[in-house]
């Protein structure tokens, strides 16, 4: 019997490390072609790709552990390539025309799936969220959403990945307030005139002060007052339903609303 159990043993591993090594072969291949696609629908795709593979991993619940498992060991790696994607868009702003013209240029469905990826994997991995913040990509985000962002689709994936860096993680949301983070998206909120990027402003100074901030969240709050005026700040704190989409977003919209017709003077 013995000798059973541990042929089974031997056989339970060699299927582990099978499984494992198959799993980090398809990542490896989707941040392949993500970092060295010609074109941007290219790299695009296999941002999407990697995407789902996480997403398909989390709906089959024996399949959990070992995904996160490999996200943690393919954080460096994959946090290389997104931020190389996000950069580039800064750096060749005066070349967009021409970039975008051709396709190779960095677009912002690229952004977004970059963002899109960066947002997952800092929900399930913690070890990626400390790592993330230590290559300054807090920093990252609150300039390019103060520098870069002007459409409300590319504003939410910056703003969720944002939120997911300070998950569960007491010294990002320190480093987050240590660099004014409520105040920067609060500017956002006053110098962007779309609509839909105010209301997802809102949506995040809401989720920031009323939930994820937590021990943090005085602070977060006087630093909303001192940028929006007591009254807005109220209201921008204000409880939200969040469970009930279609009451959820007619709340957010009257909320940018109210409590830009609030501010001081």
């Given at each position: 019997?013995?000798?059973?159990?541990?042929?089974?043993?031997?056989?339970?591993?060699?299927?582990?490390?099978?499984?494992?090594?198959?799993?980090?072969?398809?990542?490896?291949?989707?941040?392949?072609?993500?970092q060295?696609?010609?074109?941007s629908?290219?790299?695009?795709?296999?941002?999407?790709?990697?995407?789902?593979?996480?997403?398909?991993?989390?709906?089959?619940?024996?399949?959990?552990?070992?995904?996160?498992?490999?996200?943690?060991?393919?954080?460096?790696?994959?946090?290389?390539?997104?931020?190389?994607?996000?950069?580039?868009?800064?750096?060749?702003?005066?070349?967009?025309?021409?970039?975008?013209?051709?396709?190779?240029?960095?677009?912002?469905?690229?952004?977004?799936?970059?963002?899109?990826?960066?947002?997952?994997?800092?929900?399930?991995?913690?070890?990626?969220?400390?790592?993330?913040?230590?290559?300054?990509?807090?920093?990252?985000?609150?300039?390019?959403?103060?520098?870069?962002?002007?459409?409300?689709?590319?504003?939410?994936?910056?703003?969720?990945?944002?939120?997911?860096?300070?998950?569960d993680?007491?010294?990002?949301?320190?480093?987050?307030?240590?660099?004014?983070?409520?105040?920067?998206?609060?500017?956002?909120?006053?110098?962007?005139?779309?609509?839909?990027?105010?209301?997802?402003?809102?949506?995040?100074?809401n989720l920031?002060?009323?939930?994820?901030?937590?021990?943090?969240?005085?602070?977060a709050?006087?630093?909303?007052?001192?940028?929006?005026?007591?009254p807005?700040?109220?209201?921008?704190?204000?409880?939200?339903?969040?469970?009930?989409?279609?009451?959820?977003?007619?709340?957010?919209?009257?909320?940018?609303?109210?409590?830009?017709?609030?501010l001081?003077?």
């Amino acid at each position: 019997m013995d000798v059973v159990r541990d042929l089974q043993e031997v056989i339970d591993r060699l299927s582990r490390e099978h499984q494992e090594g198959t799993l980090k072969q398809d990542f490896c291949d989707k941040l392949q072609l993500a970092q060295q696609g010609s074109f941007s629908f290219l790299r695009t795709e296999g941002l999407q790709q990697f995407a789902q593979i996480i997403l398909k991993g989390l709906l089959q619940p024996e399949a959990v552990a070992l995904l996160l498992v490999t996200l943690d060991q393919l954080a460096l790696e994959a946090l290389q390539v997104l931020q190389k994607i996000l950069q580039q868009t800064a750096v060749q702003r005066e070349a967009t025309i021409s970039s975008d013209a051709d396709g190779r240029g960095v677009t912002e469905d690229e952004q977004c799936a970059a963002l899109k990826v960066l947002e997952v994997m800092c929900l399930l991995s913690a070890g990626t969220r400390e790592l993330a913040v230590e290559r300054g990509t807090l920093e990252f985000l609150l300039g390019k959403l103060e520098a870069d962002v002007v459409d409300g689709t590319l504003a939410g994936a910056c703003l969720d990945a944002l939120l997911a860096l300070l998950a569960d993680s007491n010294a990002n949301q320190a480093k987050f307030l240590e660099l004014g983070g409520v105040g920067k998206v609060c500017s956002v909120l006053l110098h962007q005139h779309s609509p839909s990027c105010q209301i997802l402003c809102c949506k995040a100074i809401n989720l920031l002060v009323t939930h994820i901030l937590g021990p943090h969240a005085d602070a977060a709050a006087e630093e909303l007052e001192r940028q929006m005026g007591k009254p807005s700040a109220e209201l921008l704190a204000s409880p939200i339903h969040w469970t009930q989409r279609g009451v959820m977003e007619m709340q957010l919209q009257h909320l940018a609303t109210s409590a830009l017709a609030k501010l001081p003077t």
